[in-house]
């Protein structure tokens, strides 16, 4: 294993930012190559601690000639984000200089341009330097995950409908209970390794990108980090690797997905109809019916119909729910997945801001 840092100068004088990055080098030169980073939003750390573990064995697997292919990691892709507290919280979502979210505006380039991210550094800020780094090392593989997680929520992943259902071994190998279909049509991280791959030769755009995979993996709620769950996320990524012949290893095939699959259309983005404190009646990982009560919004507490209802507006598994117990007008309260597209409009790209 090579432990190396990139080192990005900072915006203001007496600043600069360093990320470490772990390199394993592969003994089969036509294996897949594989990168993977978390706490891209910095304030996510699940993947961070399933990174931890992974090295670990991917260290032990190393003293036993089993890595197949080159496989780059980094466990804490954000130093920038990981840094912003602000009156005592962690700000690992949006930059708090630009406001820009940490996972939009990577730059959207055919794969032949990836030289072009590095070059000409002093054009770029120095978040901007960091995501062409990040980007950079990615388009240098096949199999690209960038691990999140949501606020509350289960098991699932964001994967291109490029990648399904061949990307059904990694759902079953990180045992998610559901699969968003995303559109490709944003400038996250994981759709700009997507879209460099789809624009790889100039000519027509693809639409199957066989023996590749670039998906948002989304490790439950902000607060599932602990080390039962990391080991296990870790070796399941391991069994996805070994899969994919990134590694060598003599475990059983992986089960069968058996978890939900929704493009994005089909996801409920359930929304507050009124400020107040929320009282949610039902978890994620529960089956809803239409009609079904999933909370109470105390609008206007100790008035008699102060209390406003929000139902399910179709039947659904619940995937992810807030963290927050207070709601303004029209802020997000749950997301759905659901076998029928929502009525509600929904723009191109991401689910979230
Ligand atoms: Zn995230």
Redesign the pocket.
Known sequence: MEISEIIIAGDTPGLEWRLPVFRFTGTRPEAPRTYIQAA??AN?LPGTALLHFLVERLRQAESEGAILGDITVVPQANPMGTAQSHFGELQG?FDLGTRTNF?RDFPLIRLGERAGLTEDFERHSAIDRLKRHLLHMALGCDLVLDL???DEGLQYAYIDEAFWPEAADLAAALDMRAVFLSDGESSAFEEAVAYAWKHESGGEKKVLLPGRLSA?V?LRGTRDVYPDLARKDAEGLYRFLAGRGGVAANDDPLPTFGGVVAPLDNIEMIRAPAAGAILFHRDPGERVKAGDLLATILARPGIPDGAVEVRAPQGGLIVTRVSTRFARRRSDLMKIACAEPSRALRRPGTLEA
């Open positions: 891209l939003h996510e979502r996972n999140h997680c949501d948002t989304e």
